[in-house]
C-alpha cells in the first residue's frame, strides 16, 4: 500500500503545508494554547492536593483532640470526607469544576459534596474550561479542516489532479499519501502535550503509578483515532464536493453540529426523558420518607414505640432501665440504620437514572465519535461523574460505620441514668480510622464502554474504505 508514489505525495503535501504562513501561525498559536492549558490545568492540581492535605490534617488533628465527650455529640460535630484529584485531571477537567470535592460526615444526613459550582448541573454537559482534552476536542479538528479542506476539491479546480492521474498516480494512492501526511502533522501535533503530560504526571507522586501510564498511552491512542476522523472526514467531503468554499463551509457546519450543537442537545434530551431529582428535591423527599417511617428523637413516635416493645421482649425484661444496655443508644443505631435505608433506595433511583442518561448518550457513539472521546478521556482520568458517585458511596458507607460505632459507644458505655451528662474517654476518638478515597482500577473505569469503543473504530475504517472504494475512483475518474 505504502509504495513510492505514496511517499512522493506524502512528502509533497508536508511541503506544501509548510509554506503557508496562516497555517503555521494557527499551529503555534493552538500550541501554546495547549501549553497554557496543560500548566493552568497542573497548578490547579498541585493546589487542589497542597489545599486537601492541609485541610485532612486539620481535621484529623480536630477530631483527635475531642476532650472526653458523649457519643452522640461527637456524631454531630462530624468529620470530612476529601476526593483528591485523580493524577490526570490537569489534562482533563472533566466535571471536576461542577461536583464538590469533599462532603461533610455527620449523624441523620446525608450532605452534598462542597465546593462545587454548580451542583445541579447537567452530569452529561460538557463545560467550557480551558483544559487539553477540550482543545484537543474542539480546536484541533477545525485545524485539520483547513489543512485538508481543499485537498482533492482543489486538486480537482486547478486542474493538478488530471495530471497526476495521467501519470499514473491512482486515486487510492493520492488519499493514502495525502491522509498519512495528515496524520503525521497530527502526531507531531499531540504528541507533545502527551509527553509533557506524563513528565507532569510522573511528578505527582504516588498518586500516579504503572496503570496511569497505561491510561495515558490509551489517552493518546483515542485521540489519535479521533483525529483519523476527522482527516477521513475531511478527505470524504473534500472528494464529494468539487469547490473547496462549498467543502470548508460543509466541514465546517459538521465540526459545530457535532462538537458544540448536538452534545448539549442530547445532554437536555436525556434529562429530559430520564429526569433526575435536583439536590434539594431529594433531600426533601429523603425527609419527607424518614418522617413516615420513624422519628427516633421522638419518645413517643409509633415505630419506636414497637421497637422497644420488641427490644424489652427480646432481653426479657419489663422495662428500659432494666436493659443491661443504653436503650437510647439502641435507638440511635436503629434510626441511623432506617436513615440509610430510605437515603439509599433513593440514591439508588438517582444513579438508575444517571445510568439511563448516559446509555442514551451512549446510543450515538457511532454517529458522533466527539461523545465517545469525550466521554472515555474522562473515564481514563477519573473525571467523569461515575467516579465522583463512586466517591460519593465510599464517604456515605464510612460516614455509615463511623456513626454507628459511634451509637455503639453510647448504647454499651453511657448508661441510661443520666445519659446527657455522661461522657466516654477520649482515647476512643484514636480508634476511628480517617477516609482514603480508594480510587478504582483501569477495568472499573472503563467497563461502561465495554466493546463500544469498536463504534467509532468502525466508523473510521468505513470512511476510508469508502474513500478506497471503486465506486469513488469511478466517480472522482468522471469529474477530472
Known sequence: MINKKVMKIFRHELASKRKSPSLWLLFIMIQLLLAVALYTGWQQFQHSVKTQTAAQTLVEQQWQAQPDRHPHRVAHFGHFAFRPPSALSFFDLGVNAWVGDSIFLEAHKQNSANFANDQDGGTLLRFSELSSANILLTIWPLLIIGLGFASISGEQKSGTLRQLMSMGVSFRTLIVGKSLSYLFLSVLF???????????????????????????????????LYCLFWIGLTLLISSYVKEPKQALVLLTSIWFILTILMPRMLAEFAHNQYPHQKRNDFELTVKLDNRKVGNSH?????????????????????????????????????????????????????????????????????????????????????????????????????????????????????????????????????????????????NWSLNPFSWLWLLPLCVVVLMFITLNSKVMQRRIYATV
Do not use: C
Request: aromatic share 16%; charged share 20%; net charge neutral.
Open 190 to 224: 499531540i504528541l507533545p502535550v502527551f509527553i509533557f503530560s506524563l513528565v507532569l504526571a510522573t511528578n505527582a507522586g504516588a498518586a500516579f503509578s504503572s496503570e496511569g501510564v497505561i491510561r495515558l498511552l490509551l489517552l493518546f491512542g483515542v485521540y489519535l
Open 298 to 442: 421522638n419518645p413517643d413516635d409509633p415505630y419506636f414505640n414497637q421497637f422497644r416493645a420488641d427490644t424489652l421482649k427480646k432481653y426479657g425484661v419489663d422495662s428500659i432501665e432494666e436493659l443491661p444496655i443504653n436503650y437510647k443508644g439502641l435507638v440511635m443505631q436503629e434510626g441511623e440504620k432506617l436513615n440509610a435505608q430510605i437515603h439509599n433506595k433513593h440514591y439508588n433511583k438517582q444513579l438508575a437514572q444517571f445510568s439511563a442518561q448516559q446509555e442514551f448518550i451512549r446510543q450515538f457513539y457511532w454517529l458522533n465519535p466527539y461523545l465517545f472521546v469525550r466521554d472515555f478521556s474522562m473515564a481514563l482520568t477519573r473525571t467523569d461523574a461515575k467516579h465522583f458517585l463512586d466517591f460519593e458511596q465510599q464517604a456515605e458507607a464510612h460516614r455509615y460505620a463511623r456513626i454507628q460505632k459511634l451509637n455503639k459507644l453510647h448504647t454499651h458505655e453511657i448508661h441510661l441514668h443520666n445519659d446527657r451528662d455522661q461522657k466516654v474517654h477520649k482515647s476512643y476518638w484514636q480508634e476511628f480510622k480517617p477516609f482514603h478515597y480508594q480510587a478504582p482500577n483501569l
